[in-house]
């Protein structure tokens, strides 16, 4: 699969995305009220800076355990995250739920917001197509592989047991 996008936004290490929403926020359940308040405490006009099939980019030890900020990020259209590493809850959670994960070590030295990107998943490569840069990917294996390729828990479960679908 061939994926590309921009980097809408470079988080550095350690980022905690309840900071996404706001911490303020992090009790929030409606969609449209969480959506409203992505990023603005880092870039008021990060919405409308967004289209859909952009992606996140971070550095080490990216997440955090709670679904909202991440809820907020698929609604507007951002189709998966690139990090150095995830903290093993947000990975697990947000693989569930369909995010699409990759593992990059050095990819924040590369990235600049807005730099435009192409991920291959097959060659397990990201190319920053706006210099030229290309790094390797970890390849997932296994059943997060499989999680991956169905695009959550959800669709994995109908893949598996068909019978199922429509409950």
């Known amino acids: ?8 936004w470079v988080f550095p290490d350690s980022f905690d995305v309840d900071y996404i929403i706001g911490i303020p926020n992090i009790g929030l359940t409606d969609l449209k009220q969480i959506t409203a308040c992505l990023m603005k405490d880092f870039d008021p006009e990060f919405l409308d ?8 980019i971070a550095g080490k030890s990216f997440g955090h355990a709670h679904p909202q900020p991440m809820a907020g990020m698929r609604e507007i259209g951002i189709r998966c ?5 995830y903290l093993f809850p ?7 739920s369909g995010m699409m994960l990759f593992t990059c070590p ?3 030295a590369c990235v600049r917001r807005g730099d435009k990107l192409q991920i291959d998943t097959e060659r397990s490569l990201v190319t920053n197509l706006t210099t030229g840069e290309c790094l390797a990917l970890k390849p997932l294996r296994g059943y997060p592989a499989e999680l991956l390729e ?7 479960l109908r893949r598996q047991q068909p019978e199922l679908d429509g409950r």
């Open 1 to 8: 699969m061939i994926l590309q996008g921009k980097a809408a």
């Open 49 to 56: 800076s967004c289209a859909p099939g952009d992606m996140l």
């Open 81 to 85: 995250v690139v990090a150095e590493s």
């Open 90 to 96: 947000f990975f697990r959670s947000e693989l569930a």
């Open 106 to 108: 050095g990819i924040t």
């Open 150 to 156: 169905a695009g959550g828990v959800v669709e994995y």
